[in-house]
């Protein structure tokens, strides 16, 4: 069965801090991993994205990190702000599925002033 | 604003009945994909429409189904509901083909079955 799971379920940071949400995946036909924040009552945003050929990718504050041997990618958000507070979800999908994204449990992050 | 809209927002209905939600696909985009966000849970892949034919389903019952016309939109059908269908609907839309874009969200509709 395709998945993808995430942590921790809940994150708590100071102003400034630099949370780290972990994902690790087992189905190795994925290529594309993206990375959805979502505010309470609004649909997923596409944060930023990766594919497996890069060991790293940056934009602006958000990095993602991704190690192809472990099957594992991980989100980091760098001087993070109350504003960041949301939930987010990192997903996977299949070459040649026109991104038919599998998505990981969400991590709750919240960001104290 | 992603460009992907839905409706309704909200909808309420009883436990045995049909609903209908849509969604209009950013401009440009010939895909859609549907999916169920159960409240704190992360979103599940119903099933995808790539120019008007059902492109992929994942693990949800017949009695969930879809169309997509022509200008790319799309519905989602449920009949005969569930107290467990109660959920947030959300629908994504991208363009495919030989690089495929980014998958958008809209605001999704939020469906509770009494």
């Known amino acids: 069965q395709q998945q993808v799971k995430q942590s921790p379920q809940s994150l708590i940071v100071q102003k400034g801090g630099i949370p780290i949400i972990n994902c690790a995946y087992e189905?190795?036909?994925?290529?594309?991993f993206p990375w959805y924040q979502q505010f309470p009552g609004k649909g997923p945003a596409l944060l930023i994205a990766?594919?497996?050929?890069?060991s790293e990718k940056k934009e602006g504050r958000f990095t993602i990190s991704f190690n192809k041997s472990a099957k594992q990618f991980s989100l980091h958000i760098m001087d993070s702000q109350p504003g960041d507070s949301a939930t987010y979800f990192c997903?996977?999908?299949?070459?040649?599925?026109?991104?038919?994204?599998?998505f990981g449990s969400g991590t709750q992050l919240t960001v104290l002033p | 604003e992603t460009g992907v809209t839905q409706s309704p927002t909200h909808l309420i209905k009883t436990r045995g009945q049909q609903v209908t939600l849509r969604c209009s696909s950013q401009s440009g985009h010939n895909t859609v994909s549907w999916y169920q966000q159960a409240l704190g849970q992360g979103p599940q892949f119903i099933f995808q429409?790539?120019?008007?034919?059902?492109?992929g389903r994942g693990n949800f019952p017949p009695r969930f189904s879809g169309l997509q016309f022509p200008n790319y939109s799309s519905e989602l059908n449920v009949n005969a509901l569930e107290l467990d269908d109660s959920a947030l609907y959300l629908c994504a839309s991208s363009l495919a083909g030989p690089m495929n874009t980014e998958a958008f969200f809209g605001q999704g509709t939020r469906l509770t079955v009494v």
């Open positions: 189905n190795t036909a994925f290529d594309y």
């Open positions: 990766i594919r497996p050929d890069v």
């Open positions: 997903a996977a999908s299949r070459a040649g599925s026109a991104r038919q994204l599998t």
């Open positions: 429409y790539y120019r008007e034919e059902e492109n």
